[in-house]
């Protein structure tokens, strides 16, 4: 049995985006406010989101980034890229252009002090072995993020998983995202609907309808998970609200996934970062719809000591509550959690600059 790992408190900017789109606060004064309100220390960022003119950064730029992560005491943990091979018009990237591509992202993560790079899950093997000795060259782990529809014990995960393994670069591993591992529809989601004007009827066979592919597992193919994602347009239109019908199913089937916890267990080994995705605090303090109390268990029984960045997706719909509120509030969960597993989240930046490098087995060569 592995010793207990002790994950580190983090939390992406994705989160906070909602107060970012309406300008309550730009990027300097978001990362101050994570670092004042100790969201941290790990600090996630979406490259394309945040950064003007990404993945181009120039030396300056970096320079006061870096002075303002150091400042603040804050420590870079994953810098999110993207594996669009849909950039231009008419056509798609070939091979060759989505490796250059994706290499001036890996640079750009190296320039501004990110040690992970979230890639995303639609690249292929091929191209992860590719990519593996440029981000060697970088000091940048690649850790493409396994996100619901998809999940660890998924033939593309796994054929992923058997190539890392064949390849052997401590550079190439996985993001997890609890949103593959949800328990229940996200009752503030629910509440959104109703304020949409959906009948309680229609509410209440939205949650049967998820419950009976909870029960099922999650989908074998791509072909199940098209039927599933039709049978709450169907739904919707069979009770009167056709409008609603892609958003059920795009919430439905690619937000909740409902692949159980110990699925992770498939890849474990190979997981360098967490998102902690998660919808919402219920009256009792707790996330209703994602297990983060069995989430972090699994982690800490497993060794794992890398960062666990809250993932606050409830932004997209709830805008009658702060996400400030939500999010401090699910991180006192994680705390918890690992309090109740036996060990402890890292808060302290200098313990988790340490651990990090560890878990790594690298750092980071900007």
Do not use: C
């Amino acid at each position: 049995m592995s010793a207990l790992g002790t994950p580190i408190q983090g939390v992406t900017l994705y989160s906070f985006t909602r107060a970012f789109h309406g300008r309550e606060y730009d990027l300097e004064g978001l990362i101050r406010k994570v670092a004042a309100e100790g969201y941290g220390p790990g600090l996630e960022v979406i490259g394309f989101s945040s950064f003007r003119g990404f993945p181009e950064v120039e030396d300056s730029f970096a320079g006061w980034f870096k002075d303002l992560v150091a400042e603040t005491g804050l420590v870079t943990t994953s810098l999110a890229v993207n594996a669009d091979i849909g950039i231009h018009r008419d056509r798609l990237l070939n091979q060759d252009e989505l490796i250059a591509y994706m290499t001036r992202q890996i640079k750009a993560a190296a320039t501004l002090g990110f040690p992970i790079a979230r890639v995303q899950i639609s690249i292929e093997p091929d191209s992860m072995e590719a990519l593996a000795p440029i981000a060697e060259e970088h000091g940048v782990t690649l850790a493409l993020e396994v996100h619901a529809d998809q999940y660890a014990s998924h033939p593309r995960i796994l054929a992923l998983r058997d190539r890392f393994e064949k390849v052997g670069s401590p550079f190439l591993g996985f993001t997890a995202d609890w949103g593959a591992t949800v328990s229940g529809f996200a009752p503030s989601l629910i509440e959104a609907y109703r304020r949409r004007g959906a009948s309680e009827e229609l509410l209440g066979k939205v949650v049967e309808l998820w419950d009976t592919y909870y029960e099922q597992g999650p989908p074998a193919d791509q072909a199940e998970h098209g039927k599933r994602f039709g049978s709450f347009i169907g739904l919707a239109a069979q009770n009167g609200r056709p409008d609603l019908g892609i958003d059920f199913g795009i919430n439905g089937t690619g937000l909740f996934g409902p692949a159980r916890v110990d699925d992770w267990l498939e890849i474990v080994p190979w997981i360098r970062h967490v998102h902690g995705k998660f919808f919402g605090i219920d009256e009792n303090g707790e996330e209703p719809s994602v297990p983060v109390r069995d989430l972090i268990r699994l982690l800490v029984d497993n060794g794992y000591s890398g960062a666990v960045s809250s993932e606050y997706e409830g932004w997209h719909w709830n805008h009658w509550k702060s996400p400030f509120e939500i999010i401090a509030a699910e991180q006192a969960v994680q705390r918890s959690a690992a309090q109740d597993a036996g060990s402890r989240m890292i808060t302290d930046a200098a313990e988790a600059r340490r651990t990090l490098d560890t878990h790594l087995a690298h750092a980071v060569r900007s």
